[in-house]
């Protein structure tokens, strides 16, 4: 089963940056396109869409956002090795949460829908204190 790896969460003070990674431990053989996403989940709440990005045959799609990490946020991906990256800037008390990394190996397009994942990362804890 495929694994996935993130990287890179800490404690980091409003206004800064950080920046996540997620290594994917295998592309299943004869696959041409997957969807990539970044997801959080704050204490008490539900998990949250953050970035999603499509790529088929080695090329990327454009990127979707959440609302609340539009402009702020970037997500990026490494063909060799395959990893996902997390670009998160003007970070905010209200971004704190645990990151998840996630892989939809059946969507056609970019998505926020937790619900169809297929693959989930064990998470990385980000902090930014109010």
């Known amino acids: 089963r495929v694994q996935l790896m993130e990287s890179g969460g800490g404690s980091v003070q409003a206004g800064g940056s950080l920046r996540l990674s997620c290594a994917i431990s295998?592309?299943?053989?004869?696959?041409?396109?997957?969807?990539m996403a970044w997801y959080r989940q704050a204490p008490g709440k539900e998990r949250e869409g953050v970035a999603a990005?499509?790529?088929?045959?080695?090329?990327?799609?454009?990127?979707i956002y959440g609302d609340s990490v539009k402009g702020r946020f970037t997500i990026s991906h490494a063909n060799a090795p395959p990893t996902v990256y997390l670009q998160m800037n003007s970070l905010k008390p209200e971004d704190t949460g645990m990151y998840y990394c996630?892989?939809?190996?059946?969507?056609?397009?970019?998505?926020?829908?937790?619900?169809?994942?297929?693959?989930w990362g064990q998470g990385t804890q980000v902090t930014v204190p109010s």
């Open positions: 996630a892989i939809d190996w059946t969507s056609e397009i970019a998505r926020l829908r937790p619900q169809m994942i297929d693959d």
């Open positions: 295998e592309i299943p053989k004869n696959t041409i396109r997957y969807m």
């Open positions: 990005l499509f790529t088929r045959e080695g090329r990327d799609g454009s990127p």
